[in-house]
């Protein structure tokens, strides 16, 4: 026959589970505050400012070997990656740029509507990884090369710097307007690992100037 649990036990745990309720309520809504959103996003691109670096002194040298089997054998040749771990990387640096953009400029959202901090429930207009979408929420403009890229970084937040594949094929088309066979609706980016990073810093800048009220 099982034993009653005491009545100040019975209490105790009321309290304690109400302290920790509080807590996590305040954190959570700390967490949702402009400086929250901004200081993940500084986290963030200095991870991946790290991957970048590593990414592009193998890709540097994979391009300089290329050239090399070009000059050597006309005829075509084969060049040696093994010991390029790192090639695989711009995947992953390509994932963790989105991720810093996407808080940061989740961080101007939530500053152009402070109601937002007030809730118990992240609202729906941050419950998204659509950084094109997110950015015509924020109202921040964006060249149609911009748009191009954040659509290709939100492809790699849901899926590409994470999964070997997406949930259906059609995922897979990562350029706005893009069909299998078809044409984008807008100029696809140069399909260069640099122009993909000085896109990052250029975007990055520009939140961040937002953010802190800097003079463009």
């Not at 209490?11 to 109400?18: I, M, Y």
Request: proline letters at 5%; hydrophobic letters at 35%.
């Amino acid at each position: 026959m099982s034993r009653s649990v005491p009545k100040e036990i019975r209490e105790f745990r009321r309290q304690q589970r109400e302290t920790l309720n509080k807590l996590a309520r305040s954190e959570f809504r700390e967490g949702l505050k402009p400086e929250s959103w901004l200081l993940e996003g500084r986290f963030l691109q200095q991870a991946a400012e790290v991957l970048w670096s590593a990414s592009d002194q193998d890709y540097r040298e994979f391009i300089s070997r290329s050239e090399q089997v070009q000059r050597t054998s006309p005829g075509g040749g084969s060049v040696e990656t093994k010991d390029l771990k790192n090639l695989e990387v711009f995947r992953v640096y390509m994932l963790v740029a989105g991720l810093a953009i996407e808080n940061m400029i989740k961080a101007i959202i939530v500053k152009n509507d402070p109601s937002l901090i007030e809730r118990d429930k992240l609202d729906g207009k941050l419950d998204s990884h659509d950084l094109p979408g997110l950015f015509r929420e924020a109202k921040v403009r964006m060249s149609p090369d911009e748009e191009s890229y954040l659509k290709l970084l939100s492809g790699h937040v849901v899926w590409a710097g994470r999964y070997p594949v997406s949930k259906t094929w059609e995922d897979m088309v990562l350029w706005e307007g893009g069909k299998p066979g078809g044409t984008p609706r807008k100029p696809v980016l140069r399909d260069e690992p640099n122009h993909y990073h000085e896109l990052f810093l250029q975007i990055r800048k520009r939140l961040s100037d937002q953010l802190l009220g800097a003079t463009k």
